[in-house]
Each structure stands twice: as structure tokens, then as C-alpha cells.
């Protein structure tokens, strides 16, 4: 009798103990998933942005404005872009992981995913930071060379650095 109350224990055990491995991978899949999902969206936001910057420095070029340096940096930009969905590829190529292994390679996997995910951050940003530099060197105001006080021209006249 009281080895049959054990062995139900134990199984009772056992299946609470599957389920809440179940839910746990279960959401340790949902969060690798969100995360490569909005990193993919982030990279066609900058894949968009690139495409209208490229588009308006064909219409500055059009004009006859010199915008070979905005062009300089928007290549560099790209490059970016491209460096981070490499990352998040590697980053969405980590998220097949087995959850069915033991608790230490899950584990291990997860953590892994997570310095995948800080690095593919950290080069989204900076692709982000190189789109921001192409756009404020095309902005009128932003493109021209700081001037002193002393050079400073105003609708009366020019001043002087008294």
C-alpha cells in the first residue's frame, strides 16, 4: 500500500515537473522569438530610411549640389545595416536551440542568446548613429563650417570681435 502511494507521488512529481519545464521553454522560445522579430523590424526601418536618404541625395545631385561625402558616409552606413542583420541572423539561427535538453544546456543556450542579442543591439545602434550622420550632412545648417563671432555677418553689416 505504501509503495503505490509513492509511486503515485512520484509520478504526480514527474508530470508537475514536465509541465513546468514545458512552460518554461515555451517562453523562453517566445522571448528569442519577440526579440529576433523586433530586431527584423528595427533592420527594415533602417533599410527604409536608407533608401529615402539615397533617394534625396539623387535629388540634391539633380540640383547640382556636390554630395559625394553624404554618399561616403551612407555606403559606411549600409555597411552597418548589413553587419547588424548578419548578427541577427546569427542571433535568429541561435533560436533553433533544442529546449528539450537539460537544464544546464538550456541554460548555456539561453545565455549565449542573450550576448547574441546585446551584440546585435549595440550594432543596430551604431547603424542607427550612421544614418543620423548622413542625414545631418545633408541638412542645410548642419553641412557648414563653424565661424567665430568675429566673422559673423549680420543684415547691417559685419561684426567685429570687440
Do not use: C, W
Not at 529615402?52 to 561625402?69: C, M, P
Not at 559606411?76 to 548578419?86: I, K, L, M
Request: hydrophobic share 35%; proline share 1%; net charge positive.
Amino acid at each position: 500500500m505504501r509503495a503505490e502511494e509513492k509511486r503515485k507521488v512520484d509520478e504526480k512529481i514527474d508530470s508537475l515537473r514536465s509541465s513546468r519545464l514545458a512552460e518554461r521553454n515555451a517562453k523562453i522560445d517566445a522571448y528569442m522569438k519577440r526579440t529576433v522579430n523586433r530586431f527584423n523590424a528595427a533592420i527594415e526601418r533602417l533599410l527604409i530610411l536608407s533608401d529615402r536618404i539615397s533617394s534625396r541625395l539623387d535629388k540634391l545631385s539633380a540640383q547640382g549640389i556636390d554630395e559625394s561625402e553624404a554618399r561616403a558616409k551612407l555606403q559606411t552606413a549600409q555597411n552597418d545595416v548589413f553587419e547588424a542583420q548578419n548578427k541577427i541572423d546569427t542571433l535568429s539561427a541561435s533560436t533553433t536551440t533544442n529546449l528539450n535538453q537539460d537544464d544546464s544546456t538550456v541554460r548555456t543556450s539561453s545565455e549565449n542568446f542573450k550576448q547574441n542579442a546585446e551584440n546585435a543591439l549595440i550594432s543596430l545602434k551604431d547603424a542607427h548613429s550612421a544614418l543620423v550622420e548622413v542625414m545631418k550632412s545633408i541638412k542645410p545648417g548642419f553641412n557648414t563650417k563653424a565661424t567665430t563671432t568675429a566673422d559673423v555677418k549680420t543684415k547691417h553689416g559685419t561684426t567685429t570681435g570687440n
